[in-house]
């Protein structure tokens, strides 16, 4: 399952607050999004947290974003071990602070060894990058062009040896997909909710 958290700032408008606040209690949506996955099976779930355009809002709400990110990871880390999840960071995390950045590789550490559900989070990620990053891992790699196939670039994506998501979600009612897991989606089911991120509940 891979899923578009998106309609913090209407949230927010919504209730006359400012655009952080949205962000603040989407945090509880992400935390009942993972635990319930993981309860129900789920093999893998992809939050898109945030995208390389994201870094075109203001200065303030990024670090806010950053800030939010790095309390989770440090709240959430030992739920994360107590229900055997593993965590990875799928995009390019050399962009990020080297704090977050540090706190990332904390909690990928940590959960390496566990062997229940796959928790990607999405963080400066783009579907196209993606794509361009894999490519330039294909050609590093010295594979001979005629050689190159759908399995051999997918191997080079930062999913690889993961399964396609079978569904994607997006919430607050936007028909797009911003440029999210533009490989991995050619065959998932799309499911857009109008209930806004904060508000999603499994
Ligand atoms: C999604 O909510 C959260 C992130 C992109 C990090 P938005 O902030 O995009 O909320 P809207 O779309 O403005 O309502
Ligand atoms: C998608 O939401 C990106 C994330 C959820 C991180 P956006 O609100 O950034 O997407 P657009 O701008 O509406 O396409
Ligand atoms: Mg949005």
């Given at each position: 399952?891979?899923?578009?958290?998106?309609?913090?700032?209407?949230?927010?408008a919504r209730r006359h607050l400012p655009r952080v606040e949205?962000?603040?209690?989407?945090?509880?949506?992400?935390?009942?999004?993972v635990e319930t996955s993981a309860r129900m099976g789920i093999r893998v779930l992809t939050l898109y947290a945030f995208s390389m355009e994201n870094w075109k809002r203001p200065r303030a709400e990024v670090s806010t974003l950053m800030t939010l990110l790095k309390r989770y990871l440090r709240l959430e880390l030992d739920t994360l071990l107590r229900n055997g999840i593993r965590f990875r960071v799928i995009g390019r995390p050399d962009a990020l602070a080297p704090d977050v950045r540090?706190?990332?590789?904390?909690?990928?550490?940590r959960t390496s060894g566990n062997t229940g559900m796959q928790f990607n989070i999405a963080l400066n990620y783009g579907g196209r990058a993606e794509i361009v990053d894999a490519a330039r891992r294909l050609i590093e790699?010295?594979?001979?062009?005629?050689?190159?196939?759908e399995r051999r670039l997918a191997d080079c994506l930062y999913t690889a040896g993961q399964p396609d998501p079978d569904l994607l979600i997006r919430t607050s009612g936007e028909m797009r997909i911003s440029n999210f897991l533009?490989?991995?989606?050619?065959?998932?089911?799309?499911?857009?909710?109008?209930?806004?991120w904060p508000d999603f509940r499994c």
């Open positions: 399952v891979a899923i578009i958290m998106d309609g913090n700032g209407r949230w927010a949205g962000h603040r209690a989407g945090i509880d949506a992400v935390r009942d999004a540090d706190e990332l590789a904390r909690a990928v550490e790699s010295g594979v001979a062009a005629a050689d190159v196939d533009l490989w991995q989606i050619a065959y998932a089911e799309i499911w857009v909710t109008d209930t806004l």
